[in-house]
């Protein structure tokens, strides 16, 4: 079936594909990170104020993004041991990931003006 969404995001169809989606994950999780450190979890969870269902997305999506932008040196991780708990693994903001996600923003703003062009454009037809 075209579009339909499966468990771990869109799947089909001319909808969404995966590494679309992965790649909009990136500036949803630097600006997470913008505001505090965060571990994995934490970061999954926190999709859902983007509009992305923590439930329907791969979180190995989120982890190999963090893994990714690590690698990049946009964010840097190091391990702490909580009282009771596993160790987790907590992600920073670097100061060349705080510029990535100003490029981001500046990027997606052109997209937004696009998008709201050729949807007015669309609309008036």
């Avoid at 989120?62 to 041991?81: C, F, I, P, Q």
Wanted: glycine fraction near 16%; charge should be neutral; hydrophobic fraction near 35%.
């Amino acid at each position: 079936m075209h579009g339909e969404r499966g468990r771990h995001g869109w799947r089909g169809g001319r909808g969404p594909q995966r590494g679309q989606i992965a790649r909009l994950v990136e500036p949803c999780l630097l600006t997470l990170l913008s505001e505090r450190a965060r571990h994995g979890y934490d970061l999954t969870s926190a999709l859902g104020r983007f509009g992305l269902d923590p439930e329907a997305l791969d979180s190995g999506l989120v982890y190999r993004a963090l893994r990714d932008m690590e690698t990049a040196g946009w964010v840097t991780s190091d391990w702490h041991v909580g009282a009771g708990g596993p160790p987790r693994r907590i992600y920073n903001l670097t100061p060349s990931g705080k510029a990535a996600l100003e490029v981001w923003r500046e990027e997606l703003g052109r997209t937004h003006d696009f998008l709201h062009r050729l949807l007015d454009e669309g609309g008036e037809r």
